[in-house]
């Protein structure tokens, strides 16, 4: 899988190397550059953590200044419930959607697994929070839906996240992805504890994407609980969160 980024962006920021339209920015935030301390050090983006509200809202200024759009932050449940994106009001929702140029689709993550979306027109962005309840809940598949666009045209790419030697599941949790998808049975292998699974998550996700016919996805290979870039809720319960974002730029910026 690749996990190929390049480094435009300040600190080791990612942006994703795919084959998006050049109107298309993306970028995945780190731990680092911020001005929270303790175990939120040190750019943490997330209000319900326990982090300084002050703090985060510096934190978020920063961001929007550096990248030059808005972020559209959202309350996320692990639902599959998607939104057109809006920079005024925090929307409870696990994906959002925008057409809009400078106006960016945000999902903060600390092990759950964080998708970007585009057609290959560039003329729609979206992005979805994808742990392994709104994988379960169909939340990729509501995404590419509500993007109204042939799903053939779509391209996708799969953030950091949670690495398969790291996530360890119930079977509970595999028979819920089975029951729906059989297919998804390889994406699972027993772990050394009994009755217990390890799960890839990257593989999950791109299985289920490509049952609604997006099969152009890039990405993958990362793991948050192995890489001290990111916050990892597994590792560290107590800890931030790190965003990744997708909008659209306008023509003096393609």
């Known amino acids: 899988m690749n996990k190929k980024v390049t480094s435009m962006w300040p600190f080791d920021w990612l942006a994703p190397d795919w084959p998006a339209p050049k109107n298309v920015r993306t970028c995945v935030t780190t731990r680092n550059g911020g001005e929270s301390l303790g175990p939120f050090a040190e750019f943490n983006l997330g209000t319900h953590v326990g982090d300084s509200l002050e703090v985060v809202q510096a934190n978020r200024t920063y961001l929007a200044e550096t990248l030059q ?16 994106a809006d920079a005024e009001h925090v929307l409870t929702a696990d994906a959002s959607v925008s057409r809009q140029v400078g106006l960016a689709c945000c999902i903060m993550s600390a092990d759950c697994l964080p998708v970007f979306f585009t057609d ?10 994808a742990g392994w309840r709104s994988l379960a809940a169909g939340v990729l ?7 109204h666009i042939a799903p053939a045209q779509i391209i996708a790419w799969l953030g950091p996240a949670i690495g398969p030697a790291a996530f360890e599941v119930g079977a509970e949790v595999r028979e819920q992805f089975i029951q729906q998808h059989p297919i998804t049975a390889q994406a699972f292998i027993p772990s050394v504890n009994p009755g217990r699974w390890m799960a890839d ?4 996700a791109r299985l289920r994407l490509a049952s609604c016919g997006v099969t152009s996805v890039y990405g993958g290979g990362f793991c948050t609980v192995t890489d001290p870039r990111f916050y990892s809720y ?12 997708i909008w659209l730029a306008g023509d003096e910026s393609a």
């Open 141 to 147: 598949e509501k995404t590419v839906a509500a993007m």
């Open 201 to 204: 998550i990257y593989q999950l």
């Open 120 to 129: 290959q027109a560039g003329t729609c962005v979206a992005a979805a929070h």
């Open 69 to 84: 759009c808005q972020p559209a932050w959202l309350n996320q449940v692990h639902g599959n419930c998607v939104v057109i």
């Open 234 to 245: 597994r590792r560290e319960p107590v800890t931030g969160r790190f965003a990744s974002l």
